[in-house]
C-alpha cells in the first residue's frame, strides 16, 4: 500500500544552518508530494507541492525536489530561522483521489 | 478570508457520553476529510466526503460517524467515546483545480475521554 516515511526529530538546529528533513514514500502511479508545517496550537498548512517527477515545490526558502527514481522529496532550507521551529509533515495522494497519506512528522527546534 | 472552523477547540468528556465536533468551510469545496493526529503516527484519515450525502471510511473509522448534509458543513460524531479516542482531530477541506490539490485544515479540536 501507499505510505510515507520521514526522518524522526526532534531536529535541533541553530539559526542560519542549513536543513534537511527526509522524506520517502511507496505507491504505485505518480502521487502528488506534499510539505505541510503545524505551528504550535495550530492546524497544518501547506508549505509546498509537487506533482509530477523532477518537479520543485518552493515556498518561504524552502525547497523539495520531487525524485522518482529514489521515491524521495526530501525538504531543504538553506538558513533555518528561530521562527521556522515547527513540525513538519511530509504528504502524499494520488492525483485526484480521495486519500492523503501523512508521515509521522519531524520536529525542529531551531535555537537563536 | 478562506477558511475551516471547527468546534470546540479543547474537550473533556467520559467514557460513553455521545459528543459531535462540528466543522464548516467557506470556500465551496467538494471534497472534505476528518483526521486524528497522534503522537508518532502522524494523521490518520478517518472519514472523507466527496460531496454532499457522499462519504466514505478511511483508515481508522471505527468508532467514528460522520453526515453531510449541506457542502459547507461536516460534523464528526463520537456516538459512545472510549479513551483510545483521545486525539487531537483535525477538518480538512480541498480544493481540486487544474491537475492540483490544495488542502486546508482547521485549528484542531483536542479530545480528552476520561
Known amino acids: 500500500g501507499n505510505s510515507v516515511t520521514q526522518m524522526e526529530g526532534p531536529v535541533t538546529l541553530s539559526e542560519e544552518a542549513f536543513l534537511t528533513i527526509n522524506c520517502t514514500y511507496t505507491a504505485t502511479g505518480y502521487p502528488s508530494l506534499f510539505w505541510y508545517v503545524q505551528y504550535p496550537g495550530e492546524g497544518l498548512q501547506l508549505l509546498l507541492k509537487?506533482?509530477?517527477?523532477?518537479d520543485k515545490g518552493s515556498n518561504k526558502g524552502f525547497e523539495a525536489t520531487y525524485r522518482k527514481e529514489t521515491t524521495s522529496f526530501h525538504l531543504e532550507k538553506g538558513s533555518v530561522q528561530v521562527s521556522d521551529s515547527a513540525v513538519y509533515f511530509c504528504?502524499?495522494?494520488?492525483?485526484?483521489?480521495?486519500?492523503?497519506?501523512f508521515g509521522a512528522g519531524t520536529r525542529l527546534f531551531v535555537k537563536a | 478570508e478562506a477558511q475551516v472552523t471547527q468546534n470546540p477547540r479543547y474537550l473533556i468528556t467520559v467514557t460513553g457520553k455521545k459528543l459531535t465536533v462540528t466543522c464548516s468551510q467557506n470556500?465551496?469545496?467538494?471534497?472534505m476529510s476528518w483526521y486524528r493526529q497522534d503522537p508518532g503516527l502522524g494523521l490518520r484519515q478517518i472519514y472523507y466526503s466527496m460531496n454532499v450525502e457522499v462519504t466514505d471510511k478511511g483508515d481508522v473509522p471505527e468508532g467514528y460517524k460522520v453526515s453531510r448534509k449541506e457542502k459547507r458543513n461536516f460534523p464528526l460524531i463520537l456516538e459512545s467515546p472510549s479513551p483510545n479516542q483521545t486525539s487531537l482531530y483535525f477538518c480538512a477541506s480541498r480544493s481540486f483545480y487544474g491537475g492540483e490539490e490544495t488542502q486546508y485544515f482547521g485549528p484542531g479540536t483536542r479530545l480528552l475521554v476520561l
Open positions: 470556500m465551496n469545496h467538494e471534497y
Open positions: 504528504a502524499l495522494s494520488k492525483g485526484g483521489g480521495f486519500k492523503t497519506i
Open positions: 509537487a506533482t509530477k517527477a523532477d
